[in-house]
């Protein structure tokens, strides 16, 4: 434990905190990719709940409209709205599945029993099922972003 | 509320989230082909059918309150004064229900409201 002055500095560091998992292990590079794709995950739903409003007409609305319906297809419905859909996928496929490992994890059900750490320093608690589903988690996503390419981009042809 | 039990709100609405996401992506490319899936007849009988509304509202509620719930957790970390802590408390209860009320807004139009051209 440091002294009080260290513990300040290390509260200023703010968002690199966590930010910046370089030098750190796979767990540390889930959890940092976790957050960041927790807030984009977040700016789309936002930016999906404007869009959505149009299907009644947008903000000033009163009921369901196909000509409002189809402006704002002809704004999102291209390559690079559906470009964004694909990128939406994975990293919604990754926040989710490493999601999942998280809760396991918090509640110790993945978790070996901790002991004192000995060469070659590798923290005891951390299972190899729990280190495999950070890698599931990925290919999950790439195989549900390539389905999302597949469903969207068929549908342009 | 205690930190512990948002934090186990955090957690069930993680898991009832992705159910519900799941159900929503199969419905917009698995059970029907995109392009008929995004139609605005579809989707106007998919909003009628008073199930599948509900399902979206109850998405639409799980979503925003883990969402900003987690943007908390990440503000709270980057400052620790009880000022801070509170406005963004406060902030994410306004965010929550401002735009739970745009979205259900959306829900009930496109249920009851009448359809335009």
Known sequence: MGTVGEERARNKRGLMGWLNPYHYNAERWAY???????????????????????????????????????????????SFGHLILILVVLVLFFHGVNGLRLILTEFGLIFRKPAAIEYPYKPRSLSSLQKSLIF?????????????????????? | MKESRLMLIQYATAVVAVALVSVH??????IYPYSTAISFSNILSIYRNGFYAIFL???????????????????????????????????????????????TRTVILAVFGGVAG
Do not use: C
Request: glycine share 14%; no cysteine; net charge negative.
């Open chain 1, 32 to 78: 940092m990719f976790q957050r960041v794709t927790g807030v984009a995950i977040l700016l789309y739903v936002l930016g999906h709940l404007g869009d959505t409003s149009f299907f009644v007409g947008g903000p000033t609305g009163t009921g369901p409209s196909s000509s409002s319906w189809a402006f704002i297809g002809n704004i999102f419905e291209n």
């Open chain 2, 25 to 30: 992506l199969i419905m917009q490319g698995v």
């Open chain 2, 57 to 103: 509202e109850a998405l639409l509620v799980v979503v925003l309150v883990h969402g900003f719930n987690g943007l908390r957790i990440i503000l709270h970390e980057i400052r620790q004064t009880k000022p801070w802590t509170m406005w963004v408390d406060i902030g994410t209860v306004v965010a929550i229900v401002a735009t739970v009320a745009y979205g």
């Open chain 1, 136 to 157: 599931i988690g990925i290919t999950i996503a790439a195989v549900a972003a390539i389905w999302a390419f597949l469903v969207l981009f068929e549908g342009l042809g």
